[in-house]
């Protein structure tokens, strides 16, 4: 089975523009959470979709949204970028069953903002 | 709420030496708790988990952890690392039921030669 893919891996961004990421979960799952990962804060749980719903979200500001369509790739946005928004955001992808199931994570998008 | 706390930032150690991570954690309700590990440039892999039954859990590239309830601890262990074993290891915890994981700020694992 193909892992999560993560694209684009690498991002430049200069403040005020606005960004999409997009992650392709591992064929079958249906869960979709994003993770925002900083030197200063750490790994932060930035959303969850499951079935094209958001499940559950973090304390994050509104210009971070998210969506999952019908095939349960996932896209990440964030309007008006913030020197500080600049981190490597992973998605982690699962079966989203109500009991434990692992999360597999993909390799990140790292976005530079200048 | 959860919350996840490694007590060291950095740990040094000597190739074929034993090593201990440690991490507590706090939470009003059961959950379930995880070790991951970050390689420079990846994404995170799963070393081990804990949701129910034995406290010692073993995992992937030799590595083992035991769940202390009334510590509130999940320490990772390995008896012998490798130059390999070089990466970032998160602790982190997640309510049963729930897919958002709480993670710890991350424990930088070097090997010396």
């Known amino acids: 089975k193909a892992g999560v893919t993560q694209t684009p891996r690498y991002l430049i961004k200069t403040r005020g523009q606005q960004v999409t990421l997009s992650c392709s979960p591992i064929s079958g799952h249906r869960s979709v959470s994003w993770y925002q990962q900083t030197p200063g804060q750490g790994l932060q749980f930035l959303f969850e979709?499951?079935?094209?719903?958001?499940?559950n979200k973090g304390n994050f500001p509104g210009r971070f949204s998210g969506r999952q369509f019908s095939n349960s790739r996932s896209e990440m946005n964030v309007s008006t970028l913030e020197l500080g928004d600049s981190a490597l955001y992973l998605c982690?992808?699962?079966?989203?069953?109500?009991?434990?199931?692992?999360?597999?994570f993909g390799p990140g998008t790292r976005l530079t903002v200048l | 709420a959860q919350s996840v706390t490694q007590l060291d930032s950095q740990v040094p150690v000597f190739e074929e030496a034993p090593v201990e991570l440690r991490c507590n954690y706090s939470?009003?309700?059961?959950?379930?708790l995880f070790w991951y590990v970050q390689y420079p440039n990846q994404g995170l892999q799963l070393l081990l988990k804990?949701?129910?039954?034995?406290?010692l859990v073993k995992g992937i590239n030799g590595f083992e952890a035991e769940f202390n309830k009334s510590q509130t601890s999940f320490h990772l262990r390995k008896p012998s690392v490798h130059i390999s074993d070089t990466a970032e290891y998160f602790c982190a915890v997640s309510g049963r039921g729930a897919q958002k994981l709480v993670f710890g700020q991350g424990t930088r694992l070097t090997i010396n030669p």
């Open positions: 982690a992808s699962g079966t989203g069953a109500n009991s434990y199931n692992e999360q597999f």
């Open positions: 979709y499951f079935s094209e719903t958001q499940r």
């Open positions: 804990y949701l129910s039954g034995s406290t």
């Open positions: 939470s009003s309700v059961s959950v379930y």
